[in-house]
């Protein structure tokens, strides 16, 4: 088992560009997570899908879109890249309780 | 929007001490979640905990849940170098938002030998 994979693993945009960052998981898990890394900030909540055909906002959702292709993809789209987005993006997926597993996460640089 | 206050925010240890780090909230968590992650990796899962008051361990890391549900704490004993990294408390307060996690800013740990 893979268990969560991320691509790219890095990535430069210029401002106003868009691009989407995938993510997969192979544990038949239903919730999926896409979250960002800023310094001293831990993780913070972009979106979530509870279950397949269901997304929701997290806690910084603005400037990003995400779709739940099916159970085991769930994808985050930056339509218009700006600087304030350059982070680390981790997926998560989890079954029961809220244990949530990670992926090895994407580096994304906005210039 | 609920906040995790996690302290300390960076730790410079011998190998062999003993490190205690912890988390506090100002609202009730149902489900409290410890993770280390390595520079330049995703956050790895260390101890999950369940009740209040529970104490849970997982070879020489101890965590316990808060009997008031709004702190709990993890403890490594006799520290080595691999322990290097950066810890996250996480807090979920289940119900309708079940799944959803509060993260803690990190404790940076580093382990001198």
């Known amino acids: 088992n893979a268990g969560v994979t991320q691509t790219p693993k890095f990535q430069v945009l210029k401002t106003g560009q868009s691009m989407t960052l995938q993510c997969a998981q192979d544990m038949n898990h239903n919730s999926m997570y896409w979250y960002r890394q800023d310094p001293g900030m831990g993780l913070r909540l972009i979106y979530y899908s509870a279950s397949e055909g269901t997304t929701d906002k997290g806690e910084v959702p603005n400037g990003y879109n995400v779709s739940r292709l099916n159970k085991r993809e769930f994808s985050l789209r930056l339509e218009s890249a700006a600087p304030s987005q350059t982070s680390v993006y981790f997926c998560?997926?989890?079954?029961?309780?809220?244990?949530?597993?990670f992926g090895p996460g994407t580096r994304l640089t906005v210039l | 929007g609920q906040q995790l206050n996690q302290s300390p925010q960076s730790m410079f240890i011998q190998e062999g001490e003993d490190v205690s780090m912890n988390c506090t909230s100002s609202?009730?968590?149902?489900?409290w979640l410890w993770y280390k992650q390595d520079p330049g990796e995703g956050p790895v899962l260390l101890i999950a905990l369940y009740k209040a008051g529970e104490l849970t361990s997982n070879g020489r890391l101890t965590a316990q849940f808060g009997i008031t549900r709004k702190d709990s704490f993890l403890n490594i004993s006799a520290s080595i170098p691999s322990d290097v990294g950066i810890y996250f408390c996480?807090?979920?307060?289940?119900?309708?938002?079940?799944?959803?996690?509060?993260f803690g800013q990190g404790t940076i740990l580093t382990v001198h030998p």
């Open positions: 996480a807090g979920s307060i289940g119900g309708t938002s079940y799944g959803k996690l509060t």
């Open positions: 998560a997926s989890s079954e029961a309780k809220s244990e949530q597993f």
């Open positions: 609202s009730i968590f149902n489900t």
